[in-house]
């Protein structure tokens, strides 16, 4: 004979549901979807002008333009001297940015390095 246990009633075996990462991962996807689709179809993206002759007859005539065509001289990416300030700039820009990198890692190494906790406790010694 079983007896019955009033105990039991509350408790519910959990019913295996969706996790929060799942549905974090599934909203994401729906977002990226909607979004995207209201992009291409609902606004003035240009997407559907992507497919007219107009837009790559302009395609054909830029590029004809890139490759000298319908101009008496040389066409200026194949001129040495309209290429010589714009790499000055880039190297310059390179310089910047090894700079900042120069920086951060300063900033690294006064701020958050002594603040570690290995560092802190003296424990990179190995006492």
Do not use: C, Y
Not at 18 to 31: D, R, T, Y
Not at 50 to 68: C, D, K, N, R, S
Not at 69 to 74: D, K, N
């Amino acid at each position: 004979m079983t007896v019955h246990d009033p105990t039991l009633d509350f408790q519910k075996v959990a019913k295996p549901g969706i996790s929060v990462p799942m549905a974090s991962f599934l909203g994401f996807i729906i977002l990226a979807v909607v979004s995207r689709a209201s992009i291409l179809w609902g606004g003035k993206s240009g997407f559907s002008e992507l497919f007219m002759t107009e837009t790559w007859a302009g395609v054909a005539e830029f590029i004809g333009q890139l490759l000298g065509r319908g101009t008496e001289g040389t066409p200026a990416f194949l001129d040495f001297a309209s290429w010589r300030d714009p790499l000055w700039l880039s190297l310059d820009t390179i310089a910047m940015s090894v700079l900042a990198i120069g920086f951060a890692a300063l900033a690294v190494l006064l701020t958050f390095l002594p603040a570690a906790r290995n560092a802190a406790f003296g424990e990179l010694s190995g006492n």
